[in-house]
Each structure stands twice: as structure tokens, then as C-alpha cells.
């Protein structure tokens, strides 16, 4: 019998891409006859799941809450989370969304105005809520029409969300709905921020129909004609999933199912190439050979360890900037929210000069946050919106947060509690021509060394997961 060639991988990084790599590699090991893969997987921090974090703080009698400090839950249109989780066993445990309650606000001149019925995305589908709501001006409402007969761009270069925006629907859909609601999803700055690698859907809809809403037309016809099937040909609950005890569930779930050397508290300090194999320098002073490196860590930490193995790949990768962030959850007594939003949360448009950039109405968002007679809700400062939050202390924000929620809810009254996270320099941007950075990175990269998770092909956690598993299915098909 033919002795099986060992192939051991090292894992750098204990979020969700991490954990889904290590997970995806055990998978790959059944389809490998000659082969066998092992990894290691390290986590410089105390915990897994990076800034899936989610704390259960029982301060009152009638149960917890359930507070998350990073992501609340996960797209299900994308569906390499929802096909994990359910791979997982993990389908009671979901908690859809509130969908009856789905309402988004906008804050304009000051006060929350809903975003009209109808809306999707940005575009507007129902003509009558779109004519009567006071969210666009008349001028600006006959802008947007103007997508009708505006020619698609012949082209394929990348450009900016807001270029594109203002080219198709005007300046003023940008201010009061792409921005915040687009923009806020990468914590990104509309005038940078890549149309391609970001939402490359509105590109495919200019081409495709000529006209943003002669297309978000013919997608609401086609939905409404047949159902959505989801993962495994199932329908998903709901348009976004948490779980019911947190987001942290997912990690909790993932780690559970790994059989390889999974350390904590173990930085990698370098990596060095030795005869096609990688020595990587441990923070415990121990080093770690390996066949193969899987780089699931910000881009600026992998620049740091391929600096001497792929100084071109270094270079790119110090090239993605990276902004930092925020949120701030808050509990209150149910009757001493004065004026509570009937929805999810609202969004705050760059124009309106806040300090903080929306808001989440969590308790209303999921069942299981908050118990009942209580609310919860949750701020986010930060990003490229409101850098200057981030240097402000707790205390400080407290009372500024406090300040905002008087102004915009009437909501005066102290809280039960308060969660502050704060997570520097964590979220990427993705400017205009990332896409090709990142494909000039990957090429420039050496044998057997993989870069992959939120710097590169999608920020959300099912863009992490899927990312994960074709750098795997990647690294397996070069040794198989």
C-alpha cells in the first residue's frame, strides 16, 4: 500500500474566514486518496470569530440581552453562509428578521422620514409612496426619472459608487439614499468607493435593461412570479438570518466541528521560504513548517509577513486602506421610549452633520435581543463618515450618543446599560480599481501562499465564507 504524502497547511487567522478554511480543508480531505492534509490554525487574540462578537448581559430580571458587538446577522441572497450554517445543523437555531416590522427611516432636515415603499436597493418601484414622500424634493424625484431614457455606459471600467449614481439617478438620490444606505454598508466614502467590487449588480442592470428602474422593475415581476429558493433548493426564512443566541452561535458551531491544531494567543511574527516549504516564527518562540499559508488577516498584517517572500504582493496589499469603527448598544424601560421608530433603524445621510452614522432598532429587528418591556438599541460612529468619534472616550460618547438619541427619538431618560466596541483599523476599502489590485496581489504571491476574507472579494460573512472555500478548493487542486 502506497505510503500517503503529508501536506500540512498553516492557517493565519481565527475569524470567519479562517475557521471556514480549516473547515473546508477537513471536507477536502474525502476527496483526496494519496494526500494528507493537516493545518494549523492560529488566532493571535484570546478568542475566535474576529468581529463576530456577541455578549448576553443579564442586568434585569426577565431575562438577557443579546448584544452583538460586530455583525447582527447575515445576507441569505448570498448563500455560502446559509449553506454552512445548514451543513452545520444549525436551521432551529435560526432567527429571521421582523420582516412585518421591515421599515428603514432616513433622517432628513432632522427628522426620520421612511424610505418609500417600494424602494429597492436605491431604485424606486412603486410610483404613488415615491410621489407623496417628502424624502425627495420634486426636482430631484424628476432626476431620477431621467434614468429612463439616460444610455447605459458603454464601457467597462470601474468607477465610483457616486459617480455612477449621479450619473443615473442625480445628486440628490446619492445624498439621501445611496450614500447612506450603500456607502454605510462598507463604511466607505461614495466618492471612492468601487462600483465593481462593490455593487458590480447595478453595472449588470444599466447593461442589461438600459435603465436602473426598467430593471428593478422586470427583478420585482420575476420575484413575485415564483418563489425564492435559497440554499439545497429551500426557501430561506428570511432575507437575513442571526441566531438565537447571537451571531457568535455560527463561530461556536464552526470551531466545534475542527480536528486540527487550532492555538489561540499565537501571533505569527514571520515567514520565510526554505526550499519550497514556509517556516513561520511563533510569538511563543516555537516556529511552524508548512507545505502551504492561508493569509485570513487584514491586508496591512499580511504586507508584514510576505514583505520578504512577495514584496510585490506586500506592496498591493499596504495599498488597500482600512478605516475604523464602532457601535455603541444602549437598553432602555419600553415606556421610556417616547417616540419609537416602527422599523428597523435609521440611516443618516452625510449632509444631515451627525456624529454618528445610523441606527439600529435591534430589539425590533430580531425577537430574543431584548426581553420584554425592554428595548434595545444600537449607534455606530466611526468610519469615514465620522472619523473623529473614534478618539473620543467613553464617557464622552455615552453622553454624545445620549445627546443624538434626545434629538432624533425624544428618547431622554438614562439606560439600563450601555456595550461599547470599538474595532481600529478593521474595516477595508474597497476603492475604485480594487479588483485589479487584489488580482495583481494574488499573482504576485508565491506558490502555495493564499490571501483571503474581507480585503479583497467581499466584506459580508458570506462573501468571507465563500472566499475561504476557493482558496481551498484552489490550494487542493494544485496538490491533487
Known amino acids: 500500500m502506497t505510503e500517503r504524502k503529508q501536506f500540512r497547511v498553516a492557517i493565519v487567522g481565527g475569524g470567519i474566514a479562517g475557521l471556514s478554511a480549516a473547515y473546508t480543508l477537513q471536507q477536502q480531505q474525502v476527496s483526496l486518496e494519496d494526500v494528507e492534509l493537516t493545518y494549523t490554525l492560529l488566532e493571535r487574540s484570546g478568542r475566535w470569530g474576529g468581529k463576530i462578537k456577541t455578549e448576553s448581559v443579564d442586568v434585569v430580571d426577565d431575562g438577557p440581552f443579546i448584544v452583538e458587538g460586530g455583525p447582527d446577522s447575515f445576507i441569505t441572497q448570498k448563500p455560502w453562509a446559509l449553506q454552512l450554517a445548514r451543513e452545520l445543523g444549525m436551521e432551529d437555531r435560526f432567527l429571521p428578521t421582523n420582516d412585518e416590522q421591515r421599515k428603514v427611516f432616513v433622517l432628513n432636515n432632522g427628522k426620520p422620514t421612511p424610505l418609500p415603499d417600494g424602494v429597492l436597493l436605491i431604485v424606486p418601484t412603486k410610483f404613488l409612496p415615491f410621489a407623496l414622500s417628502p424624502l425627495i424634493s420634486p426636482l430631484g424625484k424628476l432626476r431620477m426619472g431621467m434614468d429612463l431614457f439616460i444610455p447605459p455606459k458603454k464601457d467597462e471600467e470601474d468607477e465610483t459608487l457616486a459617480d455612477f449614481i449621479t450619473r443615473r439617478l442625480g445628486e440628490e438620490a446619492l445624498d439621501k439614499i ?84 487550532c492555538r489561540l494567543e499565537t501571533t505569527v511574527k514571520g515567514l520565510i521560504r526554505e526550499e519550497g516549504r514556509y517556516t513561520l516564527a511563533l510569538s511563543d518562540g516555537d516556529t511552524l513548517t508548512a507545505d502551504a499559508v492561508i493569509l485570513a488577516v487584514p491586508a496591512h498584517v499580511a504586507a508584514q509577513l510576505v514583505g520578504d517572500v512577495a514584496p510585490d504582493a506586500a506592496r498591493g496589499l499596504r495599498r488597500i486602506r482600512y478605516v475604523s469603527t464602532g457601535t455603541i448598544s444602549l437598553a432602555y424601560r419600553a415606556e421610556e421610549v417616547n417616540q419609537p421608530l416602527d422599523g428597523f433603524g435609521l440611516v443618516i445621510p452625510r449632509s444631515e452633520r451627525r456624529p454618528i452614522n445610523a441606527l439600529t432598532i435591534t430589539s425590533t429587528k430580531f ?67 480594487h479588483l485589479e489590485r487584489v488580482e495583481a496581489i494574488e499573482a504576485a504571491l508565491p506558490q502555495h501562499v493564499y490571501v483571503t476574507g474581507s480585503p479583497y472579494r467581499g466584506v459580508g460573512i458570506p462573501d468571507c465564507v465563500h472566499q475561504a472555500q476557493q482558496t481551498v478548493d484552489e490550494l487542493v487542486d494544485g496538490i491533487a
Open 178 to 261: 445611496a450614500e447612506p444606505l450603500m456607502s454605510g454598508i462598507y463604511n466607505a466614502e461614495a466618492e471612492k468607493q468601487s462600483l465593481m467590487a462593490t455593487f458590480p449588480r447595478f453595472r449588470r442592470i444599466e447593461a442589461e435593461h438600459g435603465s436602473l428602474i426598467k430593471g428593478m422593475l422586470a427583478a420585482r415581476r420575476a420575484r413575485a412570479s415564483r418563489p425564492q429558493p435559497s440554499s439545497n433548493g429551500r426557501q430561506a426564512p428570511s432575507m437575513f438570518i442571526s441566531f438565537k443566541d447571537g451571531m457568535e452561535e455560527l463561530v461556536e458551531e464552526l470551531r466545534s466541528r475542527l480536528s486540527g491544531d
Open 367 to 433: 425577537d430574543r435581543r431584548a426581553p420584554d418591556g425592554y428595548v434595545l438599541l444600537r449607534a455606530f460612529f466611526g468610519g469615514s463618515r465620522t472619523p473623529q468619534m473614534m478618539k473620543v472616550g467613553d464617557e464622552e460618547l455615552v453622553t454624545v450618543v445620549r445627546s443624538e438619541l434626545k434629538a432624533l427619538l425624544g428618547i431622554d431618560a438614562r439606560p439600563i446599560f450601555h456595550r461599547i466596541y470599538r474595532w481600529p483599523r478593521a474595516n477595508p476599502q474597497y476603492d475604485v480599481g
